[in-house]
Nanobody, 116 residues
Framework: QVQLVESGGGLVQPGGSLRLSCAAS????????MNWYRQAPEKKRELVAT????????NYADSVKGRFTISRDNVKNMMYLQMDNLKFEDTAVYYC?????????WGQGTQVTVSS
């Protein structure tokens, strides 16, 4: 079965950095676009970044453009989100996502808290 497991979240100060990881299994990872979403308390889940299957075409939400970098390793079946210059408003649970045959699959999420 499809499985996505996020890791790398934690507590950081404003301006700091974190690198999130998503370990994928149960599907042909290299054939699918992958996505990072996040959900802050009392807010709807929002798309943060997407990466095409080959890893060269990437898209970002305006709120994170220039600060976050999405990447993937199709040999290791891993996706990453490098987050630099973190801001208070980046505080959220971050989720790995893939859409396969019109079904969405999600990891359990990893908490990112930006606080001074």
């Amino acid at each position: 079965q499809v499985q996505l497991v996020e890791s790398g979240g934690g507590l950081v100060q404003p301006g700091g950095s974190l690198r999130l990881s998503c370990a994928a299994s149960g599907f042909t990872f290299s054939s699918y676009r992958m996505n990072w979403y996040r959900q802050a308390p009392e807010k709807k889940r929002e798309l943060v970044a997407t990466i095409h299957s080959a890893g060269m075409n990437k898209n970002y939400a305006d709120s994170v453009k220039g600060r976050f970098t999405i990447s993937r390793d199709n040999v290791k079946n891993m996706m990453y989100l490098q987050m630099d210059n973190l801001k208070f408003e980046d505080t959220a649970v971050y989720y790995c996502n893939v859409a396969i045959a019109n079904n969405n699959y999600w990891g359990q999420g990893t908490q990112v808290t930006v606080s001074s």
